[in-house]
């Protein structure tokens, strides 16, 4: 099943302030399946947070189709598109953007909060993602007295709580060491792997998308060429 597609997507930065126009993507199309593991890779103005701005909802194409789950999200209105994207899309930040006056845990159901969901419901999903990241210890912690990969590991698990779809993560291993950063790919492999959800992450980093079934790549804002691994990654 095809969750995420990109039909000619064309994005024009300056077209109405008329200053400077940059065109930063011109025409991409692209689809995901269901459970698919995708990294997007390009050197640096190539169009890759542009890209994953627009296939998120964060930002709205110039022209083209942008679908997920069988929603046009260009079409949607504001309020409507909120909703859609909490209740069907987890983003993962490199600045991880957990909040400070919050402890992990409370950082992690916020958005089950905003969804008025049970307590019941909340520690229960809690305890399976705190679980699944190895992060119990650190539940009642408050961000700043934890590592980066800890850190990180909470963002992901706040990503997951409401269930969504597809979890999008924009250089998600850009703050952390080789360390860290190998954990945090290895739960998005469980995320695909166990919980069938669909991981799309913009990286600049070669071992996070070593990791990934398919890698795409973005030059002057269109796709230059797509790998697709065959078989599992093999690790020495
Ligand atoms: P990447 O993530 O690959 O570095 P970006 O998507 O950030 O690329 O940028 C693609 C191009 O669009 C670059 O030329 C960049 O300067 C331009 N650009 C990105 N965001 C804006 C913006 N908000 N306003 C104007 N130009 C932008
Ligand atoms: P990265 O490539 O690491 O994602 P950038 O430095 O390209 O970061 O962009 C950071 C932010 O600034 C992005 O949100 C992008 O949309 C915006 N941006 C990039 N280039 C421009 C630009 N020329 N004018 C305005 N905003 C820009």
Known sequence: MVILEADKIVKIYGETSGESVTKALSGISLSVKQGEFVAIMGPSG?????????????DKPTSG???????????????ELALFRRKQIGFVFQEFNLLD?????????LPMVLEKKSAAEMEEKVQTLAGLFEIEPILQKYPYNISGGQQ???????????????????????????????????????????????VLLVTHDVFAASYC??????????????????GSRKEF
Request: overall charge positive; charged content about 25%.
């Open 152 to 198: 990180q590991r909470t963002a992901v698990s706040r990503a997951l709580v409401n269930n969504p779809g597809i979890i999008f993560a924009d250089e998600p291993t850009g703050n952390l060491d080789s360390k860290s950063s190998t954990a945090i790919m290895e739960c998005f492999e469980k995320i695909v792997q166990e919980l069938k959800t669909t």
């Open 213 to 230: 079934q398919k890698v795409i790549f973005i030059k002057d804002g269109h796709i230059h060429s797509y790998i697709v691994k065959k």
């Open 65 to 79: 189709v942008m679908t997920i789950a069988g929603h046009a999200i260009n079409k949607m209105k504001r309020d």
């Open 101 to 109: 006056s919050l402890t992990v845990k409370e950082n992690i159901i």
């Open 46 to 58: 190539s169009g890759k947070t542009t890209l994953l701005n627009i296939l998120s909802g964060i």
